[in-house]
């Protein structure tokens, strides 16, 4: 049997077509669990004992093959990724609008993905760290079942497609995982609450431990019992594609945890800091392409913009 | 003559009614330099040498002769606010969306605005510090030119609509002030840019040297030189009615200044956390009337949460 995998990362490997503001692409790699690894291969490389990340996915015989080996540069196994001959991947294309927080979905093709059927392989079962991408909550719960021993962290990420059409497996889902990231209004359509800090208690309330909130350029909030830390976006020069930009600040977030192996909640705010850092470069390119060759200068310049962001010294009278 | 006025704050004083998805009042008090100068009075009452705050405005003699002594009990002039006998005061009705970023106007009432006329008396013409509320940007360059010694610092509010119909008018005034505040959608207006570090960067050579960008419930960015500082907005329990927020938010901003005398950069990444403590009380209630018996333990309390709400100790590898 191969070396165990200690992060398991599951989602979509997909083809995508965007078109922005300030641009357009033909098909380009995407994916949630595309970002999610190649941002968490960053910080994998300097983890101890970590025989490193596995992708649970399935593409078509049409997915690059130095794309594959991409991935295995960076420390990614493929071992989990079915690819099946003759037929198509994932495709999804859409439309941003000038304030970059909306889009149009223009086609989603499931091809591959509409009987995606996630079978881990053995060295894939006893990870310490599982991530949950954006799929079908079945899947999740699928995955879940597959791992005897509980992860020491599942992060589980949805949206709100998912409310929409299974609120009863998607909650089934949620109660099992231990940090729940979702946007702001996912997150009012969830509990039914107006108030994020009301939305938050609710969250919490169904399982997971943390909850994160994703606001794109408006930063993110996480929320714990009764504790919350809230990580800017970095203002940028230019934005040409917010397209994964989730997925990889989730990736970084779980790259810092496991790098560290410190699940406090001390730790998961750093974590918020660092995946911050790794979704501000996600934007600066279509698709993936930034998160090929960072460095690690890159990335401590990188989050030292964001903590002098917020730098201020105060002094109280009281 | 009385005492010189060393802060002074031009704008309206007003009625509103409001709509909100939590509620609804009928006529309150409202108005921009209402909320302005009551939230820097509460940083006026521990300046040095500091002989209050006078109010340069308009109202129609049915204005509540109750809210005009407590303008007096805060230590706010309304010498330079005149009564018009026999006409009624300014009216804005508007009803917030579920979001409460966005909202209708229902009724605007200029009344008394219609033909504002500002004039101010002798002991407000050589104040230290101007803040001119959202109003005509003829009005604000008036009140400019009625003040032969320049303050050590003049803050100008304005809003999207002057942009539209008095574009080459608000870019003189613009040109004549050391702080601008506008929202974000507004930077991007005003300069042509989507991104807002070239909106920033544009604006900045317009004259200001300082922008500061209001996000409402996502915070607020002051840029200067080279230098951009983030503060975020709290989470709050309950938002009843953003309106006044951002008043607020630039009297609480200038109240600190006022007390510190202090105008460096570092000094205003302050007076912005001042300011969102400010602002965050005002959004609790109708109207202002949150800010009506506020002590200095609340406002402390406050700001320790927004420095709580950011604080993360990395120690980076590189």
């Given at each position: 049997?191969?070396?165990?995998?200690?992060?398991?990362?599951?989602?979509?490997?997909?083809?995508?077509?965007?078109?922005?503001?300030?641009?357009?692409?033909?098909?380009?790699?995407?994916?949630?669990?595309?970002?999610?690894?190649?941002?968490?291969?960053?910080?994998?490389?300097?983890?101890?004992?970590?025989?490193?990340?596995?992708?649970?996915?399935?593409?078509?015989?049409?997915?690059?093959?130095?794309?594959?080996?991409?991935?295995?540069?960076?420390?990614?196994?493929?071992?989990?990724?079915?690819?099946?001959?003759?037929?198509?991947?994932?495709?999804?294309?859409?439309?941003?609008?000038?304030?970059?927080?909306?889009?149009?979905?223009?086609?989603?093709?499931?091809?591959?993905?509409?009987?995606?059927?996630?079978?881990?392989?053995?060295?894939?079962?006893?990870?310490?760290?599982?991530?949950?991408?954006?799929?079908?909550?079945?899947?999740?719960?699928?995955?879940?079942?597959?791992?005897?021993?509980?992860?020491?962290?599942?992060?589980?990420?949805?949206?709100?497609?998912?409310?929409?059409?299974?609120?009863?497996?998607?909650?089934?889902?949620?109660?099992?995982?231990?940090?729940?990231?979702?946007?702001?209004?996912?997150?009012?359509?969830?509990?039914?609450?107006?108030?994020?800090?009301?939305?938050?208690?609710?969250?919490?309330?169904?399982?997971?431990?943390?909850?994160?909130?994703?606001?794109?350029?408006?930063?993110?909030?996480?929320?714990?019992?009764?504790?919350?830390?809230?990580?800017?976006?970095l203002?940028?020069?230019?934005?040409?594609?917010?397209?994964?930009?989730?997925?990889?600040?989730?990736?970084?977030?779980?790259?810092?945890?496991?790098?560290?192996?410190?699940?406090?909640?001390?730790?998961?705010?750093?974590?918020?800091?660092?995946?911050?850092?790794?979704?501000?470069?996600?934007?600066?390119?279509?698709?993936?392409?930034?998160?090929?060759?960072?460095?690690?200068?890159?990335?401590?310049h990188?989050v030292h913009a964001f903590i002098d962001l917020v730098q201020v010294?105060?002094?109280?009278?009281?």
């Amino acid at each position: 049997m191969p070396q165990p995998v200690n992060t398991v990362v599951v989602g979509t490997v997909a083809f995508d077509a965007i078109e922005t503001p300030f641009g357009k692409t033909d098909r380009v790699i995407g994916g949630s669990a595309t970002y999610i690894s190649l941002a968490a291969s960053y910080f994998a490389e300097t983890a101890k004992n970590d025989p490193g990340i596995g992708i649970v996915s399935v593409v078509g015989d049409d997915f690059p093959k130095e794309m594959i080996d991409r991935f295995h540069n960076k420390g990614i196994s493929t071992d989990g990724m079915e690819v099946k001959a003759g037929q198509k991947s994932f495709f999804w294309s859409g439309k941003y609008h000038m304030d970059m927080n909306s889009r149009d979905t223009l086609v989603t093709d499931l091809n591959v993905l509409a009987d995606f059927d996630p079978q881990l392989p053995e060295h894939y079962r006893q990870p310490d760290y599982l991530m949950l991408g954006n799929i079908d909550p079945k899947l999740q719960l699928q995955v879940m079942d597959q791992i005897p021993t509980r992860p020491k962290l599942v992060v589980m990420d949805t949206m709100n497609f998912w409310m929409d059409i299974a609120l009863d497996t998607l909650k089934q889902a949620i109660a099992k995982v231990d940090v729940l990231t979702i946007n702001d209004e996912e997150a009012r359509q969830l509990s039914g609450e107006y108030s994020i800090v009301k939305a938050a208690r609710k969250i919490l309330q169904m399982g997971p431990s943390y909850l994160i909130i994703k606001k794109g350029e408006h930063g993110a909030l996480i929320f714990h019992a009764n504790n919350v830390f809230f990580a800017p976006a970095l203002p940028l020069e230019e934005v040409f594609d917010p397209t994964g930009a989730g997925d990889t600040f989730a990736g970084g977030f779980l790259g810092h945890l496991v790098r560290s192996g410190d699940l406090s909640f001390e730790n998961m705010k750093r974590a918020i800091i660092f995946g911050s850092g790794m979704a501000s470069f996600c934007v600066e390119q279509f698709g993936p392409e930034r998160l090929y060759d960072l460095t690690e200068d890159d990335i401590d310049h990188r989050v030292h913009a964001f903590i002098d962001l917020v730098q201020v010294d105060i002094q109280l009278v009281g």
